[in-house]
């Protein structure tokens, strides 16, 4: 059976394993060989990465046109107006065309780990938690969807994937579960041929 891991990125950890400099990357924290992650999560993102052996399953999680939700909590800088998330959930016109729409509700401040280092928050300025649940992947989607409504995210933790959570997995530790291989696609086959048509003529 394919194997699948939940793994909890923590801020500043590159979601690869091959080298990049001095950042930390996924070798640091993961010593299963032979796989890969389903999808990416930001350097300066936090929460849940899922890595697979299995190239089907990879391609099902990871590819737009199978739309798995993915459920952020994004820390935002103020506090946006009734309209904002409704402009929000309804979708915003970035550089590389509108957001589909999305779920979006605010929330109580999450039971999570603490950031190192912590956010920078400014006395005089609240923050707001928000919970978005996308089925695209643009690059860096909630941060731009959040800065194009006025409410740049301060901190951003995605907390599910389709049915896997990070709930109960500590930062830069993983669980390991077993899934059922993806259904295996059918051949097309060639539609039936004619083939007395295409039978040459008897020469006279």
């Known amino acids: 059976m394919p194997k ?5 990125k923590p801020y500043q950890v590159m979601s690869q394993f091959s080298e990049s400099g001095d950042k930390d990357t996924l070798a640091k924290f993961i ?3 032979d796989v890969y992650p ?19 399953l990879q391609h ?9 939700p993915k459920t952020y909590w994004a ?3 103020g506090t946006p107006s009734k309209d904002s998330l409704e402009n929000l959930a309804k979708g915003v016109e970035l550089k590389d065309g509108l957001t589909l729409p999305a779920k979006v509700r605010p929330i109580d401040e999450p039971a999570l780990w603490e950031r190192t280092p912590p956010i920078r928050e400014r006395a005089n300025i609240p923050t707001t938690w928000l919970e978005i649940t996308i089925t695209e ?5 909630v941060r731009r969807m959040t800065a194009a409504i006025g409410h740049p995210t ?25 899934v059922k291989a993806p259904p295996a696609k059918k051949r097309a086959y060639p539609q039936k041929r004619n083939f007395d048509k295409m039978r040459p003529r008897n020469k006279r």
Do not use: C, Y
Not at 4 to 8: A, D, M, R, S, T
């Open 31 to 33: 010593n299963i060989p």
């Open 75 to 77: 820390q935002v800088e």
């Open 154 to 178: 301060l901190r951003l933790v995605r907390a599910k994937i389709g049915q896997w959570s990070v709930e109960n997995i500590v930062p830069g530790e993983f669980m390991e579960i077993e």
């Open 60 to 68: 099902r999680i990871a590819h737009p046109k199978h739309k798995s």
């Open 137 to 141: 992947g643009k690059n860096r989607q």
């Open 4 to 8: 699948l891991i939940l793994f909890n």
């Open 38 to 56: 389903a999808g990416r999560l930001d350097f300066d993102s936090e929460g849940l990465l899922l890595l697979t052996d299995d190239g089907q």
